[in-house]
């Protein structure tokens, strides 16, 4: 089984010499680095005896052009590369594959950005798979960004299964979402195309809108949900059944909820819907979305969340006007346990405050 190594700091080996950092006996090596630069110091020939790499990269270095040893690592075996920030270089990591022809395992988990084509399955054959005729296991989950304006095509997500389908992937997937995006100070929309194996392995998903497959991610800690159209009640009844493991999610959606555009706050007692529950969930981020998400999951009316301890909102004016200044019922028993709220602007820790949120000063 893989260590776990999330809990260290990410390395830099920029500035450390090959004869500072090598090792002619390693063969296993599991390692956080900043980023992707480090990657291709660790296979510039330092490490020539390893069999298994697995790399996090924290950070992607887009203004360094750095020529890297580019021989084979006929030694390698099995390779993991995790990237936690969208990267434009996707050559790069093409290349770096293509040194791998004796691969037998492979995980890739990438976000690619700045393309006017999505990454799909003529892509899998053509920049990896055509490289690793030994290849055994191939675990994946790519994501590509994408404007709207420079598609030379209109995406389809039954396209791009299709391309995955006739290069003989069967246990696979893809999702197509249109998600805002902040760029040169200016909001905008692009289109977030992911494709990934089944089952999926990672414990984070990103970028899930409305429209996604009807699948159990049982692996699933970390959730980010965005879309251009608004989240209903029954949407979130589903992201409960697909990850029934969720600790950890964060909602961008600046669209109100169609339905409480007609309830307001003050309808607590007109049961609406089924009672959403989330066993698992201890960090909710509402700091991108509407106020109707913090009520649609602190009002327990709508969703019972027992083990909810931390909050990120954006304005601590929500909190407020979702609890009723710290007075409601309704959205009592879902704050109690909370231990953190974090705000841009700070909270007024009232008297009601205290007791709204007794867990804060345990």
């Not at 020539?48 to 021989?71: G, Q």
């Not at 404007?147 to 893809?174: F, M, R, W």
């Amino acid at each position: 089984m893989e260590p776990s190594v999330m809990s260290y700091l990410p390395l830099s080996l920029c500035y450390l010499t090959s004869t500072t950092f090598s090792s002619s006996i390693l063969t296993h090596l599991y390692i956080n680095v900043e980023t992707l630069d480090d990657c291709f110091y660790l296979l510039d020939g330092r490490l020539r005896k390893l069999t298994t790499l697995c790399v996090n990269v924290y950070y992607v270095n887009t203004f360094v052009e750095i020529v890297h040893n580019m021989d084979q690592l006929l030694n390698l075996k099995c390779f993991s590369l995790k990237l936690f920030h969208s990267f434009q270089q996707y050559d790069k990591i093409a290349l770096l594959l293509r040194r791998m022809s004796n691969l037998e395992k492979l995980t890739l988990n990438i976000f690619i950005k700045n393309r006017n084509r999505v990454i799909d399955g003529t892509n899998i054959q053509h920049d990896i798979l055509d490289y690793m005729p030994q290849l055994r296991s191939f675990i994946f989950y790519i994501c590509t960004y994408v404007e709207p304006a420079v598609l030379s095509y209109k995406l389809s997500s039954e396209d791009i299964q299709q391309t995955l389908t006739n290069i003989g992937l069967q246990h696979v997937s893809n999702m197509v979402n249109y998600v805002t995006c902040f760029v040169n100070f200016v909001y905008g929309v692009r289109a977030a195309c992911s494709i990934f194996s089944l089952p999926f392995e990672f414990n984070y998903l990103q970028d899930l809108g409305n429209n996604f497959p009807n699948i159990v991610f049982s692996c699933v800690t970390y959730l980010l949900i965005q879309d251009t159209i608004p989240f209903e009640h029954e949407f979130f009844m589903r992201i409960a059944r697909s990850f029934p493991l969720l600790k950890h999610l964060c909602i961008r959606n600046r669209e109100s909820q169609q339905l409480n555009g007609l309830v307001t706050f003050s309808s607590d007692n007109c049961q609406l819907h089924s009672i959403i529950e989330y066993p698992h969930l201890t960090i909710l981020d509402v700091r991108s979305s509407h106020i109707d998400y913090a009520e649609q999951f602190l009002n327990e009316t709508k969703t019972f969340i027992p083990c909810l301890t931390e909050i990120e909102a954006s304005f601590s004016g929500h909190l407020k006007a979702v609890t009723k200044d710290f007075t409601r019922e309704e959205t009592r028993r879902n704050c109690a346990k909370v231990k953190k709220i974090t705000s841009i602007v700070p909270v007024v820790h009232s008297e009601d405050f205290c007791l709204y949120f007794p867990s804060l000063y345990k």
